[in-house]
Nanobody, 124 residues
Framework: QVQLVESGGGLVQAGDSLRLSCAVS????????MSWFRQAPGKEREFVAA????????DYADSVKGRFTISRDNAKNTVFLQMNSLKPEDTAAYYC?????????????????WGQGTQVTVSS
């Protein structure tokens, strides 16, 4: 059974930092590209960041470039999202996702598995 379990969300103030984690089990983790998406109430789900199988390549949405960093630990089957300089517009449920096919830009991969999400709320 494949499981992607996000953690680390919470309520913070603008300018603060948070680190999200996604623990993955039930699949060969180092064979999957991993990504973070987010969805705010009433809005479409949007791509945030993606990382290659090896961890050597990453893609970011323009809205988070320079503030967020995606990383992974293949020994621990975990992907992270370090979020700095948080803004109220970063408020959303954050989801991790795994893709076996990783051709091209991370936001356009075909995702096979999704987590249940963790809520991030940034107050002004």
């Amino acid at each position: 059974q494949v499981q992607l379990v996000e953690s680390g969300g919470g309520l913070v103030q603008a300018g603060d930092s948070l680190r999200l984690s996604c623990a993955v089990s039930g699949l060969p983790f180092n064979k999957y590209g991993m990504s973070w998406f987010r969805q705010a109430p009433g809005k479409e789900r949007e791509f945030v960041a993606a990382i290659s199988r090896s961890g050597r390549g990453a893609d970011y949405a323009d809205s988070v470039k320079g503030r967020f960093t995606i990383s992974r630990d293949n020994a621990k089957n975990t992907v992270f999202l370090q979020m700095n300089s948080l803004k109220p517009e970063d408020t959303a449920a954050y989801y991790c996702a795994g893709a076996q096919s990783t051709v091209g830009y991370g936001g356009r991969w075909t995702y096979d598995y999704w987590g249940q999400g963790t809520q991030v709320t940034v107050s002004s």
